[in-house]
């Protein structure tokens, strides 16, 4: 199959060498969460330490929709590869 040319409308090119920078400028306007964020290449996770799982639940979830319309505003999908929560001893 021949590789063919298409016009991206939005989003970052994949498999480019840029990828990974040009994904950092494209969301140096997400705004502030209450968790910590962590980019990497076209890849975002945010962390939440707290004592009382409640509070995590709640800050995790406002961060999660403070994402989501993130991604609603610039028309960009999401996909939730992984889902990972411990809880201590």
Same mark, same amino acid.
């Given at each position: 199959?021949?590789?063919?040319?298409?016009? &991206?409308?939005?989003?970052? %090119?994949?498999?480019?060498?840029?990828? %990974? #920078?040009?994904?950092?400028?494209?969301?140096?306007? #997400?705004? @502030? @969460?209450?968790?910590?964020?962590?980019?990497?290449?076209?890849? &975002?996770?945010?962390?939440?330490?707290?004592?009382?799982?409640?509070?995590?639940?709640?800050? &995790?979830?406002?961060?999660?929709? @403070?994402?989501?319309?993130? &991604?609603? @505003?610039?028309? #960009?999908?999401?996909?939730?590869?992984?889902?990972?929560?411990? #809880? %201590?001893?």
């Amino acid at each position: 199959m021949a590789d063919q040319l298409r016009r &991206l409308k939005n989003g970052v %090119p994949q498999g480019s060498v840029l990828a %990974p #920078l040009l994904f950092n400028i494209y969301i140096s306007d #997400l705004s @502030t @969460t209450v968790s910590r964020k962590y980019a990497y290449a076209d890849d &975002l996770a945010t962390m939440h330490a707290d004592g009382d799982w409640q509070a995590v639940k709640g800050a &995790l979830s406002k961060d999660m929709a @403070t994402v989501d319309g993130y &991604l609603q @505003t610039w028309k #960009l999908a999401q996909r939730y590869k992984n889902d990972v929560g411990s #809880l %201590p001893s």
